[in-house]
């Protein structure tokens, strides 16, 4: 059972080199791992090519290099390119926490009735605390019930279902997860929680990270279009804005400790 890693880069230079190494690092070796690079002017490309070439197994490569309309048509880029029957996007600053994470996956897809599974990440945040942070396992109208960077999708539900849109720029997972929920019945039974370990370490500083109040906008019209605007996702909206002004003020005046302490508390106790 292939698996595609789809990596976007730009300028990734700095983080890159942890992101390759742990996919070749990785005991199960039916993979393929696709860059699309947004035209970088840095030496990104030139360090993934010397990593490959060094470990004699430049087949598993494929570079797509051209300008994209965002994240979310570098997602499609990939996922069109791709050959494999699973597929995972793993952003150019984030990579596997475990050499055994592919072994794992391809257990769980051993059942047909598996279209995705997903586990936990380690967010690395060194000014606001990093934490280890479960999936919330909630209705959209919540939050966002899985960690993103986790998820290996069956390619056929793309194909099925359709890829990322586009006109979101920091919300497009959410959005995804809200066209599966309202088109698959009861898609948490066919979800599975790999939980023996985290499955990626995840940077702090990505796009919907740095454009939260943006972020938090687009999964508004995500969830008005697919019918998920009722009064609990209101509730959560409201409570969502305010944390993230309150994060502002914290941080304005020297609080930080305070936003560590709640993410805490979030990401220990609020696991379904």
């Not at 789809?6 to 080199?17: C, F, G, H, Q, R």
């Not at 070749?24 to 070439?53: A, C, G, P, R």
């Not at 945040?125 to 993103?148: E, F, Q, W």
Request: charged share 25%; with cysteine; aromatic share 12%.
């Amino acid at each position: 059972m292939k698996i595609s890693i789809i990596t976007p880069t730009y300028n990734s230079e700095k983080t890159i080199l942890d992101n390759v190494q742990s996919i070749i690092n990785q005991t199960y070796k039916e993979f393929e791992h696709i860059i699309v690079d947004n035209l970088s002017t840095d030496n990104t490309l030139q360090i993934i090519k010397n990593i490959y070439l060094s470990n004699n197994i430049s087949d598993k490569l494929r570079i797509i290099c051209e300008k994209d309309e965002g994240i979310s048509d570098a997602f499609n880029k990939g996922i069109n390119a791709s050959s494999g029957k699973i597929i995972n996007i793993l952003n150019s600053d984030d990579h596997y926490a475990s050499p055994n994470v592919f072994s794992e996956v391809v257990k769980v897809f051993d059942d047909d009735n598996i279209l995705l599974t997903h586990g936990d990440i380690f967010f690395d945040d060194p000014i606001y605390g990093s934490n280890i942070r479960k999936p919330l396992l909630c209705p959209v109208t919540v939050a966002m019930p899985y960690n993103h960077p986790t998820m290996f999708i069956k390619k056929s539900v793309y194909e099925k279902y359709d890829l990322y849109d586009t006109s979101f720029r920091y919300a497009m997972d959410f959005e995804f997860i809200c066209k599966l929920s309202k088109n698959i019945d009861d898609l948490k039974s066919k979800s599975s929680y790999l939980n023996r370990f985290s499955i990626v370490n995840m940077k702090a500083g990505g796009a919907s990270w740095k454009n939260e109040l943006a972020s938090l906008r687009e999964t508004k019209k995500a969830l008005k279009y697919y019918g998920f605007w009722n009064l609990s996702a209101r509730k959560n909206y409201a409570f969502r804005k305010l944390r993230i002004k309150l994060k502002t003020v914290f941080s304005v005046f020297g609080m930080e400790k305070t936003v560590t302490f709640w993410r805490k508390w979030k990401w220990e106790n609020k696991h379904e």
